[in-house]
C-alpha cells in the first residue's frame, strides 16, 4: 500500500554527525564532541532561562504555558492540565528561506528588486 502523504528522510544523531565532519573535514569523534558539548550548552543556557541564538538560523528560550481546562478521555470530565514552561523554537531568516526552496527565494528577490526599481 503506497502512502499519500510525501515521504521524508529524517536525519538522527548520527548521520547529523557524519555530515558535519565531511563539511568541516573534521573527524567523527571530534565532530560528536561538538554536537554534544553545542546540545549541552543550549540545554543548559535554556533551563537558567536564558536565550540562546543563532544569527539566521534560529532562538531557542524558555516559554511560559497558562494553564487550560480540557476534557478528560476517561470519563469525559473536566481536568485543568497545570501552567508549565516549555521550550521554543523560532525560526531565523535564513532557515526560514531554505524551508521555502531556492525558487521561492528567487521570486521573493526579483519582486523586492522590481519594487526598489518603480520607486527610484
Known amino acids: 500500500m503506497k502512502s499519500t502523504s510525501k515521504e521524508h528522510t529524517v536525519i538522527g544523531k548520527d548521520e547529523l554527525i557524519h555530515q558535519v ?3 568541516a ?3 567523527l569523534k571530534e565532530t560528536s564532541k561538538i554536537i554534544d558539548a553545542f546540545t ?6 535554556v533551563s537558567q532561562g536564558h536565550e540562546v541564538r543563532l544569527m539566521g538560523f534560529g532562538t531557542w ?3 511560559d504555558v497558562a494553564p ?3 476534557k478528560s478521555i476517561r470519563g469525559g470530565d473536566q481536568i485543568t492540565i497545570p501552567a508549565r514552561k516549555r521550550v521554543g523554537f523560532s ?3 535564513v ?4 524551508a521555502q526552496g531556492a525558487e521561492h527565494t528567487r521570486s521573493k528577490v526579483t ?3 522590481k519594487t526598489m526599481k518603480k520607486n527610484k
Open 91 to 93: 525560526v531565523g531568516a
Open 95 to 98: 532557515l526560514s528561506q531554505a
Open 21 to 23: 565532519a565531511a563539511k
Open 68 to 70: 487550560r481546562k480540557v
Open 61 to 63: 528560550n524558555l516559554r
Open 40 to 45: 549541552d550548552v543550549v540545554r543548559e543556557d
Open 25 to 27: 573535514g573534521m573527524n
Open 111 to 113: 519582486t523586492a528588486e
